[in-house]
């Protein structure tokens, strides 16, 4: 499923690309090129969810994120703004110790989380019309939404608080008028730090956070 999300992802920006180049090409000199701009991601994808007790377990990953970009000196700059992501998917052998009972099963697990990352970037020109913006940076996240279902019961809002983490990112875009481009991006992140529990002394921590996606871009 994973793979059939990524291939449409490919054949969509290829079409669009093959699209827009049966129009006038955009030269340098009319495109804007602006200290500020607007990015906006959609991703999918998976992350790993690494807690203190019990095995490691993946989740699908649905991610967007707004990203205010500043160009300090040619082809580098700054970028930040805020992020939702939806995980969802099964888990199994996790240990809780939730209000001093013992859940030992397996289980789904579905979490909705709020980013607000910090960014260095760097941008190269491949050609008059494809760019490549390379992006490292640290992030600071926290739960707002967390739910696990075993038989007969459900445990909601285990993990709260917030934590810390480094990411990075690979952009490919594509100008499609004066003032805007189009491309795929890649986004890879980990936490440095842990999630505390409420009602135990248990911990964790997301790790291994990959998705890949579209981006847009509108110069300011």
Do not use: C
């Not at 300090?72 to 939702?84: E, T, W």
């Not at 481009?181 to 936490?191: A, K, T, V």
């Amino acid at each position: 499923m994973k793979t059939k999300n990524y291939l449409l992802i490919v054949v969509l920006f290829l079409l669009t690309i093959k699209t827009n180049a049966q129009t006038d090409e955009i030269n340098d000199t009319e495109y804007k090129d602006s200290k500020f701009s607007i990015s906006v991601y959609a991703n999918l994808g998976y992350a790993t969810i690494n807690p203190d007790h019990g095995i490691n377990y993946n989740l699908d990953v649905n991610s967007g994120e707004i990203l205010l970009n500043y160009k300090f000196y040619k082809n580098l700059g700054f970028s930040s703004g805020i992020g939702y992501t939806y995980m969802s998917g099964n888990g199994t052998d996790q240990v809780f110790n939730y209000n001093d009972v013992s859940y030992n099963k397996n289980f789904y697990h579905s979490r909705g989380v709020i980013k607000i990352p910090l960014n260095f970037t760097y941008e190269y020109k491949l050609n008059d019309n494809l760019n490549m913006q390379g992006r490292f940076g640290v992030y600071t996240q926290t739960i707002v939404f967390d739910e696990y279902q075993f038989v007969g019961v459900t445990l909601e809002d285990i993990y709260e608080g917030w934590n810390f983490g480094t990411g990075i990112g690979l952009d490919i875009l594509y100008k499609t008028s004066s003032n805007s481009s189009i491309g795929l991006s890649y986004n890879g992140q980990s936490d440095f730090t842990k999630f505390e529990s409420k009602n135990s002394n248990q911990k964790q921590k997301i790790i291994g956070t990959n998705t890949f996606g579209f981006i847009l871009r509108l110069n300011l």
